[in-house]
T-cell receptor
Framework: DAGVIQSPRHEVTEMGQEVTLRCKPI?????LFWYRQTMMRGLELLIY????????DSGMPEDRFSAKMPNASFSTLKIQPSEPRDSAVYFC???????????FGSGTRLTVV | GQQVMQIPQYQHVQEGEDFTTYCNSS?????IQWYKQRPGGHPVFLIQ?????EVKKQKRLTFQFGEAKKNSSLHITATQTTDVGTYFC???????????FGQGTRLTINP
């Protein structure tokens, strides 16, 4: 099993540009989570899906952020337009059920200049 | 809302010393999970505790779940440089499939 796969690993973009982060969860996991991590705010849950359906997006900072999960093996997190304060490491995680813990991807380090 | 608090936020020890981090929840938890994140890495699931008063060991790591299921601790005996990282506890939000993470305890070790 390759684990949770995220791409890209690093992204540097200019303010105002659109950014798309990608995630492939572990096959068979039915829950997918997007987190953002910064020194100031720690790990923040942005949104999570269960069986491809968004369940809770209360952590999405504002309308500039959107997430999709068109099928069980792929999810995207989009920021449009990006701002410098969006700079952070974005993690995708998946789980079979919450009972078994999360498997995190290696993350995408986003820098908006 | 439900909160999970960890102390201390930072801990620096000499190699060979013991280390403990504490986790407290504002509500009773059905289970508590612990994760480790190495510098530059991603959180990795270590263990889950479910029963009141449960104690589990993984080599030099001892995990404990409080009797009231509102607190937990992670104790590392005789730290090694490989123990460096941030340790997070997390508990499930009541009635939801999502975890609430503590802010983590960052452990650094002087070799």
């Amino acid at each position: 099993d390759a684990g949770v796969i995220q791409s890209p690993r690093h992204e540097v973009t200019e303010m105002g540009q659109e950014v798309t982060l990608r995630c492939k969860p572990i096959s068979g996991h039915n829950s997918l989570f997007w987190y953002r991590q910064t020194m100031m705010r720690g790990l923040e849950l942005l949104i999570y899906f269960n069986n491809n359906v968004p369940i809770d997006d209360s952590g999405m900072p504002e309308d500039r952020f959107s997430a999709k999960m068109p099928n069980a093996s792929f999810s995207t997190l989009k920021i449009q337009p990006s701002e410098p304060r969006d700079s952070a490491v974005y993690f995708c995680a998946s789980s079979y059920t919450i009972v078994y813990g999360y498997t995190f991807g290696s993350g995408t380090r986003l820098t908006v200049v | 809302g439900q909160q999970v608090m960890q102390i201390p936020q930072y801990q620096h020890v000499q190699e060979g010393e013991d280390f403990t981090t504490y986790c407290n929840s504002s509500t009773t938890l059905s289970n508590i999970q612990w994760y480790k994140q190495r510098p530059g890495g991603h959180p990795v699931f270590l263990i889950q505790l479910v029963k009141s008063g449960e104690v589990k060991k993984q080599k030099r790591l001892t995990f404990q779940f409080g009797e009231a299921k509102k607190n937990s601790s992670l104790h590392i005996t005789a730290t090694q440089t490989t123990d460096v990282g941030t340790y997070f506890c997390a508990g499930p939000l009541q009635g939801a499939q999502k975890l609430v993470f503590g802010q983590g305890t960052r452990l650094t070790i002087n070799p």
